[in-house]
């Protein structure tokens, strides 16, 4: 089945601080979803990206489909940005969206 | 317009008990997954599921674990006899269709003593 790899595992940022996730899939895609899980666990959509880039206010994500990668940017980091990032892909199915998710980033922003 | 939504957010079960999780799927969304999360970890399928039809249950164990949506009402995860193994959170995740975004709950937490 598909593979997806997240990098880095952890990142430790100081509250205002620029960061970049890797999401690494091994086969072609016709969507993508970047999620944040907070300290809560409650999970949060943040794209669905299957090509291209779009922002959504100190966030960012770019896919290129083409490379077999995404990232996601986040911008001016705040104290409540900490959680983890996950990336979503679709597994193999005849039919439906089956999401293979990657091990995360464990994002911890200090004030 | 109300997201998706689980109950329990939280469920306490002592081994051998029955577990009933409760998902409701976004308001024109026919399409459900199930997923489960153990601690330290990412969010594993379990299964897929339309009205009154299950499409994919290839991430369900085979034992104890059987899920449902009904024609009318919320979906039904339901694990019998549970064991500590089985703790770990769950989430329900629906769409309008077979492709497109997954827009997710918030999760039931199962625990088991």
């Known amino acids: 089945g598909i593979q997806v790899e997240q990098s880095p595992p952890d990142l430790i940022l100081q509250e205002g601080a620029n960061s970049t996730l890797r999401c690494n899939f091994s086969?072609?895609?016709?969507?993508l979803q970047w999620f944040h899980q907070n300290p809560w666990g409650q999970l949060i959509n943040l794209f669905y990206?299957?090509?291209g880039t779009k922002q959504n206010g100190r966030l960012s994500a770019t896919t290129v489909a083409t490379e077999r990668y995404s990232l996601l940017y986040i911008s001016s980091s705040q104290t409540t940005d900490s959680g983890v990032y996950f990336c979503?892909?679709?597994?193999?199915?005849?039919?439906?969206?089956?999401?293979?998710f990657g091990a995360g980033t464990i994002l911890r922003v200090k004030s | 317009n109300a997201g998706v939504m689980q109950n329990p957010r939280h469920l306490v079960r002592r081994r051998g008990q029955e577990a009933r999780l409760r998902c409701s799927p976004m308001?024109?969304?026919?399409?459900v997954y199930w997923y489960r999360q153990l601690p330290e970890e990412g969010l594993k399928f379990m299964v897929y599921?339309?009205?009154?039809?299950?499409?994919?249950e290839s991430g369900m164990p085979k034992e104890r674990f059987s899920a449902e949506f009904p024609k009318e009402g919320p979906s039904i995860l339901r694990i019998q006899q549970v064991v500590r193994g089985d703790s770990a959170a769950y989430f329900c995740?629906?769409?309008?269709?077979?492709?497109?975004?997954?827009?997710f709950g918030e999760g039931s937490r199962l625990t088991v003593l």
């Open positions: 995740a629906s769409s309008p269709g077979s492709t497109g975004e997954l827009f």
């Open positions: 086969d072609s895609v016709n969507n």
């Open positions: 990206i299957p090509s």
């Open positions: 979503a892909v679709p597994g193999f199915m005849e039919y439906g969206n089956k999401l293979v």
């Open positions: 308001k024109g969304h026919s399409h």
């Open positions: 599921l339309q009205k009154e039809n299950i499409i994919d």
